[in-house]
């Protein structure tokens, strides 16, 4: 009986583990890719180095900053001469396109329509002067009181005289 009263061993009291098997790893994805990784080939090849150790990138950077720093004289005389030009062209004067308008039938016409309305208004003119001339001779004196036109309702007219006639009132 002792040996029941004995704790339990961890063996004893632990349940079996078990690991699920699968049907393969990482092997079993290389073998199903098959040659696909190895169709693509690389173009950049700039991570790699030369023989004196240095990285390819590094290397073309250098060529090209050499190469633009060469190329800047040539740059900075091209922008003087395209600057220079867009001056030049600014302080000349523009260039006045004449447009002729040629058409004989229309000018005609202009002609007549303006004739005919300098002949109207002259007529007019007339017409309205001779009864004013009438008007004059025949007319009595020139105290001829004006009477103006009032809206029924409105007596502004009458206010206004009153007012003055108070402001008069108040200076004297």
Not at 112 to 125: C, E, N, P, R, S
Not at 144 to 164: F, I, L, M, P, Q
Request: hydrophobic content about 30%; proline content about 5%.
């Amino acid at each position: 009986m002792a040996t029941m009263d004995a704790p339990p061993t961890a063996a004893a009291a632990a349940p079996p583990l078990r690991l699920r098997g699968g049907k393969g790893g990482f092997g079993s994805m290389l073998r199903a890719q098959g040659g696909r990784m190895a169709s693509q080939k690389t173009t950049n090849f700039e991570a790699c180095r030369d023989l004196s150790g240095r990285r390819l990138k590094t290397v073309n950077d250098a060529k090209k900053i050499a190469d633009y720093k060469e190329a800047e004289p040539e740059r900075k005389r091209k922008l003087k001469e395209e600057l220079k030009a867009k001056i030049e062209k600014g302080l000349k004067e523009p260039e006045v396109k004449k447009i002729r308008y040629d058409d004989p039938e229309f000018e005609e016409t202009h002609e007549q329509v303006l004739d005919d309305v300098k002949d109207t208004v002259k007529k007019a003119l007339q017409k309205k002067s001779v009864p004013l001339l009438k008007a004059k001779k025949t007319s009595a004196p020139a105290t001829a009181t004006v009477t103006k036109k009032r809206v029924w309702g409105d007596d502004s007219d009458s206010d206004e005289d009153e007012d003055n006639e108070e402001s008069e009132e108040e200076r004297n």
